[in-house]
């Protein structure tokens, strides 16, 4: 398996066994190791923008194996006061569950919104609380603390202590590993990627769901976006065609949202 560990294994390896022959024999050029540093950066850095390898954390992506004809919707950055509610209500036309992965920020600005979420029966997730850009570049300890900040500000605004987190920009690293581990959050990816915010057309977004999605897959979409509505409604009615049930991302992976 591709793997940072994995990965950092093979190097090291290989560049004993080049030194081991550069010192007996002084045969081999000096460009060899700067090849496999810069192969070994090129992984690192395509793992790092790539939950889907599993590269330095495992996370869940899907669950093919599930019994029911269930699907999950996931909203990434929200809570958002023009478009979350707009959300709500066509899932609950549809009578569909999804999960919001709340930004803390933006859950301390609109708790109100969040215990609405709650009280519609869906699961929040952790979605670090600044969302920084920079995230990718943050210390253990500052991971740590944009993923305990957010609990707290959920703790106090619904009483849920809450074990499900997104990587912003689906970015993972050591540190984020380690911060993870050190809270006890289950790492969630997804199977499907709307690309909802994106410069795709609406219509684009909507082919590219509809024509793939099948049972037990996890769909990403923003609670953030215009073009998130508009393909919404569209889904919706399409999983009800195709008898696909959309539940929340932990009844859907059998673990549980909150401690
Ligand atoms: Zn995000």
Redesign the pocket.
């Known amino acids: 398996m591709l793997s940072f560990r994995n990965i950092n294994g093979i190097a090291i390896t290989l560049l004993a066994v080049f030194v081991t022959i550069k010192l007996a024999y002084n045969a081999l050029p000096w460009w060899i190791p700067g090849i496999l540093g810069l192969l070994w950066l090129v992984i690192t850095i395509i793992g790092s923008f790539h939950m889907r390898w599993d590269y330095h954390l495992k996370s869940l992506h899907n669950n093919k194996d599930v019994f029911e004809n269930h699907v999950s919707l996931t909203f ?2 929200g809570p958002n006061p023009e478009f979350t509610s707009k959300v709500l209500t066509l899932l609950k036309k549809y009578n569909a569950h999804a999960t919001f992965f709340c930004i803390g920020k933006h859950a301390k600005a609109y708790p109100e919104i969040v215990k609405e979420i709650i009280a519609h029966g869906h699961t929040i997730g952790n ?1 670090t609380y600044s ?1 920084s850009n920079w995230l990718g570049f943050f210390g253990t300890t500052k991971v740590l603390s944009e993923l305990q900040k957010t609990n707290a500000i959920v703790l106090d605004i619904t009483g849920k202590h809450l074990r499900l987190f997104r990587p ?2 689906g970015v993972t690293n050591p540190n984020i590993r380690k911060a993870l581990q050190k809270t006890g959050l289950y790492s969630i990816g997804w199977s499907i990627r709307s690309f909802d915010t994106t410069m795709r057309s609406a219509n684009t977004i909507r082919d590219n769901v509809l024509g793939k999605i099948s049972k037990g897959d996890i769909v990403l979409f923003h609670d953030s976006s215009e073009k998130t509505m508009v393909v919404l409604e569209r889904l919706l009615l399409f999983l009800k065609e195709q008898k696909l049930q959309s539940v929340t991302v932990d009844r859907l992976l059998q673990i549980k949202a909150y401690a």
Do not use: K, L, P, T
């Open positions: 990434d950055d979605h969302h912003a920009f």
